[in-house]
């Protein structure tokens, strides 16, 4: 534990010291939540009603984008720190192994959820309507904890995987257009096609529309079994992939 919280420190200092990765992580969101709600809301709210009743749908798909944006800038540390050498230093000496991965695994979910608060202060701010009561709010935020620390640990392992910072864009595809084929910004319903399939069927749909419908106290069903399988999932792959290429012999 030790060995673990001084890592999260030195991810910490990295941190303040790489403004890349605060902004990523934290301003981004909230550009994307302005960009759909003044930019594109306009087309995009047709069917909701009135801007606040967008603002009220579209604000879990912004935070799971955080979350993207969050597990993106991991794999990208994770890289660089493997790529330089870093983490072979970090082998020779007399630490646990496992703080090494732990450190970038609790610093990101820190800050992840840091810029997921100012998303919804601002969301707040621009008219949303939370009625899910404390208890949907804490659920919420514990889908979403969940949500971050398995896309974080797949960022890690696509960090891991990667020889060159470039050979993280993959990952950081993935994640990032995953979200719009989703029920985030608009119905699966509206989509044509294979299309309109697919977003009903892919892991990130019933997570956030278990996020939103927490957040606005709406009928939950049991969409959230499958929201919780899939975080469950993901984050026991992202582990065991990361766990197994750290213990890797460097020099094979």
């Known amino acids: 534990m030790t060995d673990a919280m001084t ?12 403004p890349g990765a605060i902004i990523m992580t934290i301003a981004l969101p909230v550009v994307l939540l302005l960009l759909f709600v003044g930019v594109f809301g306009g087309a995009l709210r047709a069917g909701f009603g009135s801007s606040e009743d967008y603002i009220d749908y579209v604000v879990a798909g912004v ?44 610093g990101s979910t820190v800050r992840t959820l840091a810029g997921a608060v ?40 696509a960090g891991l995987a990667a020889k060159t910072a470039e050979g993280v864009a993959p990952f950081t595809l993935i994640v990032q257009l995953l979200p719009f084929l989703s029920s985030a910004f608009v119905p699966p319903g509206s989509m044509t096609g294979a299309l309109r399939w697919f977003a009903a069927h892919e892991p990130f749909t019933p997570i956030i529309d278990t996020l939103r419908a927490l957040l606005l106290g709406t009928a939950i069903g049991d969409r959230w079994i499958l929201a919780v399988g899939w975080c469950l999932a993901l984050a026991l792959a992202g582990y065991l992939w990361a766990r197994a290429l750290f213990a890797r012999d460097p020099n094979r």
Not at 7 to 18: E, G, I, L, S, Y
């Open 63 to 106: 935070l799971i984008m955080a979350v993207g944006y969050g597990s993106t800038t991991t794999a990208l540390a994770v890289n660089r720190d493997i790529t330089e050498g870093v983490i072979a230093r970090f082998r020779t000496m007399a630490i646990s192994r496992a703080s090494v991965l732990t450190g970038h695994v609790v």
């Open 7 to 18: 890592m999260v420190r030195r991810n910490f200092a990295h941190t303040r010291r790489n």
């Open 118 to 157: 100012l998303v919804v202060l601002v969301a707040l701010a621009l008219g949303l309507r939370l009625h899910g009561g404390p208890l949907g709010w804490l659920a919420a935020a514990g889908l979403l904890a969940l949500l971050t620390i398995a896309m974080t640990w797949l960022g890690v392992a």
